[in-house]
Each structure stands twice: as structure tokens, then as C-alpha cells.
């Protein structure tokens, strides 16, 4: 029988502390090729599988509910059933280079969908939230050769999507129905049907899966241009879950209340194949997981049954949980709160602190480093605000880089720069090359597009992107402080901080709040608040804005793009009065564009033709001084 560890070869019966950076650097010794057990995800599930193939390896809640009999998947049941879907995928034409997308909600066959595409070929999760156009954009950019979606059900349009984008999806061979009778005739088949039809017991391909096949592309980047394919290789991933395992010291058996999209890394690499190769259980909160309200409301009594040692999840979730009271619930199984996807507020860490008495573990990474490449560390001091240590073998630096993005030089200890990170979870590029320029510095280290710093000590502080930047006036303003110090105010719950277009500065910074239910604010409130707790005069927000709800993405980020949209098609509406009070109806519309990343677009109704010209010539006046791209439409 191997160690407590089931990803190391080396490791015995119990973890390495890993206290102090020599222990970690003596640890690191031993070339991690030497440790690692698994070359590939289905070998890895598979190592996870015999701690105890009887063991639930899914309880699947339909809603959410602490009083659901769970659908319990067995690893044995797990193991059979992937394999099953890569000789079903075999079969359907798959090789190791082809490509099998799926679009589904947090199903059972989602999660034997996403390692036996892994075990086929190459596994594409696409979020199916996004617009049509853009799941067409992502699977041809993918070159994808099978779709695998859910069938047409109530409460749900994913199947309507599917039939609405096929005709433009060239390398497509065949479509596979979850929960759907299938229609062989026209190539849309029953996973069901076709799953049955293949043995259980091994892969009919006979393939060797290497460590340097890949093993999955994930959609990155905004909502604009061609989408960005981040190239995961087997063994990308599955450091993922051999680091994680060390470092979180997991053991089989284990409870995870998960929740979190299969299209984020940090759904299907830091939570799925972290516990499923270390023989824990996923306790699946809903089809729709953590987005599901039950799944909040409910959270407490879920604790109390299944008895998780982490609250994990991504930080708007932890932050409405706090909202939550917690009655009698016994919730003495958790042992830390832990939350990455974006940076946990510092007021939201205290609270979790303070109320639950949990340490908060911190984490940073991004889909190009197959998630977690950074955490506090469970075994050392945890600073609250930073997002803790690399993870062994994986490197971070923070530099200085010119406007070309070449390097140079580090930054001092405490000095804002750029962070870059290398290691064995670093992807070796986008699919497209085009995405690969400025992707990398020095090759190897990739360019994170965060600001942050080191400390003496070695911990990460992110400090915020470099194009959250609100560049006022040539000043730079990092929007992270400001929204920390929002943040702390009693009513807000959520807070960001963008820059609306000026005619003079270029940006001015502007606030956004969405306030805790039934919290209200007096108008300059929190203005006020922000001008009292910061030294920076200019980066006081000229004003703060109330919204509700705050726009996210699909794993719970605030969208900015949205606010900055927001408030320019304030500022512009204001700039063009003039015309409004003339009579002449005016409206503004900011959104995404391809090319200039965003536009305004004015519309004008009721105008006559001969005098559209000058009406076009008074709009240029206007909006010329400012930065944002602008186009005049007649209604």
C-alpha cells in the first residue's frame, strides 16, 4: 500500500510539515519528476479510486438540501464509468489530438464526461452561460470534433444553443445527449445509449497516456475578441492535485462541499481532481452548485451533515455566507475557510476570522498556471490580505518590464511590479500563437498581468491588475485599496472601483456598491468614508454608485468590463445634453467591440436626412476629447 499520499511515490506515512523555507527548499531536493505517481488525470483518479473503491466518490443533491438523499457514485462506479466514456468517445472517433467539448450543468455524467474526454483525447469544458456566439467562437477555435450537451429540458436553454450554433461548427463528427433520447440519423446520440455499449474494465485504444499530452484546453480572457485556449498537459493537471493534496495534508474519506463550474480550473483541477485522487468525496451542491440559492441559504445544515473540513469556494460566495445565521448548526468539522478566483477582501477575511474562528487560506493562481500556484500555507503564519507562499517546485517573481513587456529586472522586497510565475503547473502556451506574444517573459516564466509585491518573507501580495489600473491624469491608481477601504463600510456588501472616461484626466476613478439587503446609505456617505480612510486625494472615487446586483462572471468575479461600460454611457449621456435639450432624441449605449475592446454608440432618432450631417458633426464635438471609440446611428 503507498503512503498517506497517493500522487507521491516518496511520501510515507505521514505529510512533511513544511514550516520554514529550508524545509521546503530540502523537500525540493528530490526532482518532482522522481515523486509523482501518476503521468495522467485517469491515472491519478484512478490512484485516488484504491484507497477505497466502495467509498463515495460523488453524493450528488438535487437541490442543495441538507435533507436530499444524496445519488452516491462508489469509485468503483466512477472509474468504470469514465472508462466507458473515453472507449465510447474512442468509438465515436476520438484519437488522442482530437478534441471533445461539453456544455452541462453540474451533473454525475459532467464529471465522467470531463476525465473521459481527458482519457480520449482532449476535453474542452465551455461555460454554457455564455451568449451563443461566443460558445460558436470557442468550440471552432477549439477545432471541437464531439460535443457533449445536455438534451432539452425545462429551466435550462443549452440544447437551444446547441442546435442554434451547429450549422457553423465544421470539424463537429457527432453531438452526445445527457438526459436526451439522442437522434442517430442526424448525429445527436444518447450518452446513455452509446455509454453501455463499452467495456468497463480498459481503455479499448490501448493508449499510453504520456505526462506531455494534453489533456484539456480552457477558455481564458474577456468576453471580446477570439477566444484564448489555454494547452493543458496531463501533467499540468495533475501537479495541480499532487501540491494541493500535499499542502491541504487531505486524507481519504473527506467531505468537499463543491459547487464551482467544471469550465474553471478552479472547479475541475483545484476541487474535482484534487479530491478524486486523494480519495475524498464531492458532495455536489445542485446542478447549478453554488449559483443554486439553496446552496447559500442551506450552508450551515450542509456542514453539519457531511461534515467538510474546508468552506471553499470563490470569494463572493464566502462573503454571502456570512450573511448566514448559523442557528445550532454544529460546524466544528471546519478547519480553515479557503476562497481564490479572485482576491478574498480583507474585511471579509477578518469576519470569517472572527466569527467562525477559521483561518482564511488564501490562493492565487490563474488558468494558465492550472490554477493554484500560491497559497498560505496551513503550517505557517498566515497574513491576512496576502495569498501566501509558492506551492514546491513552483517560483514566483516580481519585476519590472518595459512597455514592450521585456524584463528589467526584479523588484525590490515590497516593490509594486509585475507578477511572473514558472513551474510545473505553467501551460506552454495559448493554441492560437497570436496569444502567446507578451504571454511570456524570459520564455519560461508567464506574465500574470497582476501588480503586486514580495514581502521580506516571501509572501505575495496582489495589489491589482495592471489593466485595472485607473490611469488619472498620467497618476496611476490601483483600485484595490479603495475597494478594501468601501468595503469595510457596514453596509456594503460588494464594491468596486473602475475609471469613467474624462475629457481632461483621461479616467477619473468611480465607485460601485452593492449594499447588504436592507441596508440603505445617505447620499456622499460613502464618498465621505473613502475621503476619511485614504491619503490618496485622487484616488478618492468622484462618486459611488449603488447597483444591484453587481455584475459577475460565471465563477463569481465582478465584472468590470460592465461597470466601466456603465459609467462611460453615464458620462457620455451627461456630455451630450446639449442635444437632448435641443430636442433631438439621443441616446448612448456602451459596450464591447472586437477590435478598440470597447464603443459607444449613439443613437438618433427623428432626424431628418439633410440634417443628420450636423447633428454627426455636433456628436463628434462632444465626445472628440475623449479616449473611447464612438459611432453616430440613425433610427
Same mark, same amino acid.
Given at each position: 500500500?503507498?503512503?498517506?499520499?497517493?500522487?507521491?511515490?516518496?511520501?510515507?506515512?505521514?505529510?512533511?510539515?513544511?514550516?520554514?523555507?529550508?524545509?521546503?527548499?530540502?523537500?525540493?531536493?528530490?526532482?518532482?519528476?522522481?515523486?509523482?505517481?501518476?503521468?495522467?488525470?485517469?491515472?491519478?483518479?484512478?490512484?485516488?479510486?484504491?484507497?477505497?473503491?466502495?467509498?463515495?466518490?460523488?453524493?450528488?443533491?438535487?437541490?442543495?438540501?441538507?435533507?436530499?438523499?444524496?445519488?452516491?457514485?462508489?469509485?468503483?462506479?466512477?472509474?468504470?464509468?469514465?472508462?466507458?466514456?473515453?472507449?465510447?468517445?474512442?468509438?465515436?472517433?476520438?484519437?488522442?489530438?482530437?478534441?471533445?467539448?461539453?456544455?452541462?450543468?453540474?451533473?454525475?455524467?459532467?464529471?465522467?464526461?470531463?476525465?473521459?474526454?481527458?482519457?480520449?483525447?482532449?476535453?474542452?469544458?465551455?461555460?454554457?452561460?455564455?451568449?451563443?456566439?461566443?460558445?460558436?467562437?470557442?468550440?471552432?477555435?477549439?477545432?471541437? #470534433?464531439?460535443?457533449?450537451?445536455?438534451?432539452?429540458?425545462?429551466?435550462?436553454?443549452?440544447?437551444?444553443?446547441?442546435?442554434?450554433?451547429?450549422?457553423?461548427?465544421?470539424?463537429?463528427?457527432?453531438?452526445?445527449?445527457?438526459?436526451? %433520447?439522442?437522434?442517430?440519423?442526424?448525429?445527436?446520440?444518447?450518452?446513455?445509449?452509446?455509454?453501455?455499449?463499452?467495456?468497463?474494465?480498459?481503455?479499448?485504444?490501448?493508449?499510453?497516456?504520456?505526462?506531455?499530452?494534453?489533456?484539456?484546453?480552457?477558455?481564458?480572457?474577456?468576453?471580446?475578441?477570439?477566444?484564448?485556449?489555454?494547452?493543458?498537459?496531463?501533467?499540468?493537471?495533475?501537479?495541480?492535485?499532487?501540491?494541493?493534496?500535499?499542502?491541504?495534508?487531505?486524507?481519504?474519506?473527506?467531505?468537499?462541499?463543491? @459547487?464551482?463550474?467544471?469550465?474553471?480550473? @478552479?472547479?475541475?483541477?483545484?476541487?474535482?481532481?484534487?479530491?478524486?485522487?486523494?480519495? %475524498?468525496?464531492?458532495?455536489?451542491?445542485?446542478?447549478?452548485?453554488?449559483?443554486?440559492?439553496?446552496?447559500?441559504?442551506?450552508?450551515?445544515?450542509?456542514?453539519?451533515?457531511?461534515?467538510?473540513?474546508?468552506?471553499?469556494?470563490?470569494?463572493?460566495?464566502?462573503?454571502?455566507?456570512?450573511?448566514?445565521?448559523?442557528?445550532?448548526?454544529?460546524?466544528?468539522?471546519?478547519?480553515?475557510?479557503?476562497?481564490?478566483?479572485?482576491?478574498?477582501?480583507?474585511?471579509?477575511?477578518?469576519?470569517?476570522?472572527?466569527?467562525?474562528?477559521?483561518?482564511?487560506?488564501?490562493?492565487?493562481?490563474?488558468?494558465?498556471?492550472?490554477?493554484?500556484?500560491?497559497?498560505?500555507?496551513?503550517?505557517?503564519?498566515?497574513?491576512?490580505?496576502?495569498?501566501?507562499?509558492?506551492?514546491?517546485?513552483?517560483?514566483?517573481?516580481?519585476?519590472?518590464?518595459?512597455?514592450?513587456?521585456?524584463?528589467?529586472?526584479?523588484?525590490?522586497?515590497?516593490?509594486?511590479?509585475?507578477?511572473?510565475?514558472?513551474?510545473? @503547473?505553467?501551460?506552454?502556451?495559448?493554441?492560437?500563437?497570436?496569444?502567446?506574444? @507578451?504571454?511570456?517573459?524570459?520564455?519560461?516564466?508567464?506574465?500574470?498581468?497582476?501588480?503586486?509585491?514580495?514581502?521580506?518573507? %516571501?509572501?505575495?501580495?496582489?495589489?491589482?491588475?495592471?489593466?485595472?489600473?485607473?490611469?488619472?491624469?498620467?497618476?496611476?491608481?490601483?483600485?484595490?485599496?479603495?475597494?478594501?477601504?468601501?468595503?469595510?463600510?457596514?453596509?456594503?456588501?460588494?464594491?468596486?472601483?473602475?475609471?469613467?472616461?474624462?475629457?481632461?484626466?483621461?479616467?477619473?476613478?468611480?465607485?460601485?456598491?452593492?449594499?447588504?439587503?436592507?441596508?440603505?446609505?445617505?447620499?456622499?456617505?460613502?464618498?465621505?468614508?473613502?475621503?476619511?480612510?485614504?491619503?490618496?486625494?485622487?484616488?478618492?472615487?468622484?462618486?459611488?454608485?449603488?447597483?444591484?446586483?453587481?455584475?459577475?462572471?460565471?465563477?463569481?468575479?465582478?465584472?468590470?468590463?460592465?461597470?466601466?461600460?456603465?459609467?462611460?454611457?453615464?458620462?457620455?449621456?451627461?456630455?451630450?445634453?446639449?442635444?437632448?435639450?435641443?430636442?433631438?432624441?439621443?441616446?448612448?449605449?456602451?459596450?464591447?467591440?472586437?477590435?478598440?475592446?470597447?464603443?459607444?454608440?449613439?443613437?438618433?432618432?427623428?432626424?431628418?436626412?439633410?440634417?443628420?450631417?450636423?447633428?454627426?458633426?455636433?456628436?463628434? #464635438?462632444?465626445?472628440?476629447?475623449?479616449?473611447?471609440?464612438?459611432?453616430?446611428?440613425?433610427?
Amino acid at each position: 500500500m503507498a503512503g498517506i499520499h497517493a500522487l507521491d511515490r516518496l511520501i510515507g506515512d505521514s505529510y512533511p510539515e513544511l514550516t520554514t523555507d529550508e524545509e521546503v527548499r530540502e523537500f525540493e531536493r528530490v526532482p518532482y519528476a522522481d515523486r509523482v505517481a501518476a503521468a495522467s488525470t485517469y491515472e491519478a483518479m484512478k490512484l485516488g479510486a484504491t484507497r477505497n473503491p466502495d467509498a463515495p466518490a460523488i453524493q450528488f443533491l438535487q437541490n442543495a438540501d441538507p435533507a436530499d438523499t444524496p445519488v452516491v457514485v462508489t469509485y468503483r462506479d466512477l472509474v468504470a464509468r469514465i472508462t466507458q466514456a473515453a472507449n465510447m468517445f474512442h468509438a465515436l472517433g476520438a484519437g488522442k489530438d482530437d478534441v471533445i467539448s461539453f456544455m452541462l450543468p453540474l451533473v454525475p455524467d459532467a464529471f465522467v464526461t470531463l476525465l473521459g474526454a481527458e482519457a480520449a483525447g482532449i476535453a474542452n469544458p465551455v461555460n454554457p452561460l455564455l451568449e451563443p456566439h461566443q460558445i460558436a467562437e470557442i468550440l471552432e477555435a477549439a477545432n471541437t #470534433k464531439i460535443l457533449v450537451a445536455l438534451g432539452p429540458m425545462p429551466g435550462t436553454d443549452i440544447w437551444q444553443k446547441v442546435e442554434q450554433i451547429r450549422p457553423q461548427l465544421k470539424h463537429l463528427k457527432a453531438i452526445v445527449q445527457v438526459f436526451g %433520447g439522442g437522434d442517430p440519423a442526424n448525429g445527436i446520440y444518447s450518452f446513455n445509449d452509446l455509454i453501455k455499449q463499452q467495456p468497463a474494465d480498459r481503455l479499448v485504444s490501448d493508449r499510453k497516456i504520456l505526462d506531455s499530452d494534453i489533456a484539456a484546453y480552457f477558455h481564458t480572457g474577456g468576453t471580446t475578441g477570439t477566444p484564448k485556449l489555454v494547452r493543458h498537459t496531463h501533467a499540468n493537471q495533475v501537479y495541480q492535485a499532487w501540491a494541493l493534496n500535499l499542502l491541504l495534508q487531505t486524507k481519504p474519506g473527506g467531505n468537499l462541499l463543491f @459547487g464551482m463550474p467544471l469550465f474553471h480550473v @478552479g472547479g475541475s483541477l483545484t476541487q474535482v481532481l484534487t479530491t478524486l485522487s486523494g480519495g %475524498g468525496s464531492l458532495v455536489v451542491l445542485s446542478p447549478s452548485g453554488w449559483r443554486n440559492p439553496n446552496a447559500v441559504k442551506n450552508i450551515w445544515a450542509l456542514v453539519e451533515r457531511f461534515k467538510p473540513e474546508a468552506l471553499s469556494s470563490v470569494p463572493t460566495v464566502l462573503a454571502a455566507t456570512l450573511g448566514i445565521p448559523r442557528g445550532n448548526a454544529d460546524i466544528s468539522s471546519l478547519k480553515y475557510a479557503a476562497g481564490g478566483g479572485s482576491a478574498i477582501p480583507v474585511a471579509v477575511g477578518s469576519a470569517i476570522q472572527d466569527k467562525l474562528k477559521l483561518p482564511v487560506v488564501e490562493v492565487y493562481g490563474m488558468t494558465e498556471t492550472s490554477s493554484v500556484h500560491t497559497i498560505a500555507y496551513p503550517s505557517r503564519p498566515i497574513r491576512l490580505g496576502s495569498v501566501g507562499l509558492p506551492m514546491p517546485y513552483a517560483r514566483v517573481r516580481v519585476v519590472k518590464l518595459d512597455a514592450d513587456g521585456r524584463l528589467l529586472g526584479d523588484c525590490a522586497p515590497d516593490e509594486i511590479g509585475v507578477v511572473i510565475m514558472a513551474g510545473p @503547473g505553467v501551460f506552454g502556451g495559448y493554441l492560437n500563437d497570436t496569444h502567446n506574444k @507578451g504571454a511570456f517573459v524570459d520564455d519560461i516564466w508567464v506574465n500574470s498581468g497582476d501588480l503586486g509585491r514580495l514581502d521580506k518573507d %516571501g509572501y505575495l501580495w496582489i495589489t491589482g491588475r495592471a489593466k485595472d489600473l485607473v490611469i488619472r491624469g498620467g497618476h496611476n491608481i490601483d483600485p484595490a485599496p479603495i475597494e478594501e477601504i468601501m468595503f469595510q463600510h457596514p453596509a456594503v456588501g460588494f464594491a468596486a472601483v473602475v475609471g469613467q472616461p474624462d475629457a481632461y484626466a483621461g479616467e477619473l476613478p468611480v465607485g460601485y456598491v452593492q449594499l447588504k439587503p436592507g441596508a440603505t446609505v445617505q447620499p456622499g456617505e460613502l464618498e465621505a468614508w473613502v475621503r476619511e480612510r485614504t491619503p490618496e486625494r485622487a484616488a478618492v472615487p468622484v462618486q459611488v454608485i449603488p447597483i444591484d446586483p453587481m455584475p459577475v462572471t460565471g465563477v463569481g468575479k465582478v465584472f468590470k468590463p460592465q461597470l466601466r461600460w456603465d459609467a462611460a454611457q453615464r458620462v457620455f449621456t451627461n456630455v451630450l445634453a446639449p442635444l437632448t435639450e435641443k430636442g433631438i432624441d439621443c441616446k448612448v449605449k456602451v459596450g464591447a467591440h472586437g477590435s478598440h475592446g470597447s464603443i459607444a454608440t449613439v443613437t438618433i432618432a427623428g432626424v431628418a436626412a439633410d440634417k443628420r450631417e450636423a447633428v454627426t458633426g455636433e456628436v463628434q #464635438k462632444l465626445l472628440g476629447p475623449f479616449v473611447m471609440r464612438h459611432e453616430v446611428v440613425f433610427g
